[in-house]
């Protein structure tokens, strides 16, 4: 596993929050490990605020609720964490329009299960093959899939990153969270970012990053590659590679973002 956040070379503070749990103590063995990225809008306080707010309320309502079974429960997760943001925005005037995108992935049982609001992403890698499994909440998705805009079209879209879903913008969210699990295989690479990194490091950047390096070098070269491209946005990234079974079950405390530095 490895995990990197930085406020990238434009912006002087980072919105985004981005945390791993891994199952032990007070979180459920059966529950599997979590991985989050999130990234806040609404300003530096607000933003920040929210992004820190999602990856906590996420991992507490998913692990505190030990009863829904997946992938419900890490979509109930994503859910209650907008009424959350939502309602704190709502009594504070400070926080006025906070927001935040959120991906998470859990690993359980032999099977991976993720949920997804806004324009973070979650990749796979099997075999050499990358594959985008998430589809981006934006304007420009929007678009594109309506055919009101071709793909030539969209390289000079100028509101490219209007968001058109986020936890926290409204009291209710629809959560991208598909039915059916991802069997499993020994040295899948899951790759969670904010749009600091996708928005300037293509598909195939990510594959040959991941090709024979470890799980944080990967991170570490895929983070160095957005600032080199100007790193306009706060970078985040995650990566998790899939072992034997027996490694994958060992227990380890929570790691969050403010463990890992901002670069």
């Known amino acids: 596993m490895g995990m990197v956040t930085d406020p990238g070379c434009i912006r002087d503070h980072n919105e985004d929050s981005i945390a791993v749990v891994r199952p032990g103590g007070n979180y459920p063995l059966q529950k599997g490990a979590l991985a989050i990225v999130a990234d806040g809008m609404g300003g530096h306080q607000a933003g920040e605020y929210a992004s820190r707010l999602a990856v906590d309320a996420i991992s507490q309502c998913y692990y505190g609720d030990t009863k829904r079974l997946p992938p419900e429960d890490l979509a109930h997760s994503?859910?209650?964490?907008?009424?959350?943001?939502?309602?704190?925005?709502?009594?504070?005037?400070?926080?006025?329009?906070?927001?935040?995108?959120a991906t998470a992935l859990a690993l359980r049982q032999g099977k991976a299960y993720f949920a997804h609001v806004g324009d973070s992403r979650l990749y796979r890698m099997r075999e050499g093959v990358i594959e985008l499994l998430t589809e981006d909440h934006t304007l420009l998705m929007a678009l594109l899939?309506?055919?009101?805009?071709?793909?030539?079209?969209?390289?000079?879209?100028?509101?490219?990153?209007?968001?058109?879903?986020?936890?926290g913008?409204?009291?209710?969210?629809?959560?991208?969270?598909?039915?059916?699990?991802?069997?499993?295989?020994?040295?899948?690479?899951?790759?969670?970012?904010s749009d600091g990194l996708h928005d300037l490091v293509g598909s195939e950047d990510i594959r040959e990053a991941l090709l024979?390096?470890?799980?944080?070098?990967?991170?570490?070269?895929?983070?160095?590659?957005?600032?080199?491209?100007?790193?306009?946005?706060?970078?985040?990234?995650?990566?998790?590679?899939?072992?034997?079974?027996?490694?994958?079950?060992?227990?380890?405390?929570v790691t969050r973002t403010d463990e890992v530095g901002n670069g």
């Open 78 to 101: 994503l859910q209650e964490a907008n009424g959350k943001i939502f309602r704190e925005a709502a009594t504070d005037s400070t926080l006025h329009g906070m927001g935040t995108t």
């Open 212 to 253: 024979g390096r470890t799980a944080q070098a990967a991170c570490e070269l895929l983070v160095e590659l957005a600032k080199n491209r100007g790193g306009h946005d706060n970078i985040s990234v995650i990566i998790v590679r899939i072992g034997e079974p027996a490694k994958q079950d060992r227990p380890a405390p």
């Open 169 to 193: 913008s409204h009291p209710e969210v629809e959560v991208m969270s598909p039915e059916k699990g991802i069997e499993l295989e020994i040295d899948d690479r899951f790759l969670l970012c």
């Open 145 to 167: 899939k309506s055919g009101s805009l071709t793909e030539e079209q969209a390289k000079y879209f100028p509101d490219r990153h209007v968001i058109t879903r986020a936890l």
